[in-house]
Nanobody, 121 residues
Framework: QKHLVESGGGSVQSGATLRLSCAAT???????TAWFRQAAGKEREGVSC????????YYSNFVKGRFTIFRDRAQNTLYLQMNNLAPEDTAMYYC???????????????WGQGTQVTVSS
């Protein structure tokens, strides 16, 4: 059984820092993993993704320079370091995994349940 479980969300003020974690169970180490987010009333969008080896990363323009994706292969855990958070970052954040390197929701084979991030001004 493959599972992804996110944690680390919360309610913070603008400018704060959060680190999201995604614990993977049963996911092959060669799979790519990614973070998505979905704000209320909006479509799910790709935030960042990382290749199976961790050599390639992608960041959406709205987080570039503020967020960092990385993974601990020994712990089978994916992270998203989020710095300088802004109210527009408020959303449910999801971890996902796929066989191919993609930040498109339709390409993901496995999803976590999500963790809420709320940023107030």
């Amino acid at each position: 059984q493959k599972h992804l479980v996110e944690s680390g969300g919360g309610s913070v003020q603008s400018g704060a820092t959060l680190r999201l974690s995604c614990a993977a169970t049963g996911v092959p180490s060669g799979w790519c993993t990614a973070w998505f987010r979905q704000a209320a009333g909006k479509e799910r969008e790709g935030v960042s993704c990382i290749s199976g080896e961790g050599l390639a990363t992608y960041y959406s323009n709205f987080v570039k320079g503020r967020f960092t994706i990385f993974r601990d292969r020994a712990q089978n855990t994916l992270y998203l370091q989020m710095n300088n958070l802004a109210p527009e970052d408020t959303a449910m954040y999801y971890c996902a995994a796929s066989r191919t390197f993609s930040c498109l929701p339709g390409a993901q084979a496995l999803w976590g349940q999500g963790t809420q991030v709320t940023v107030s001004s």
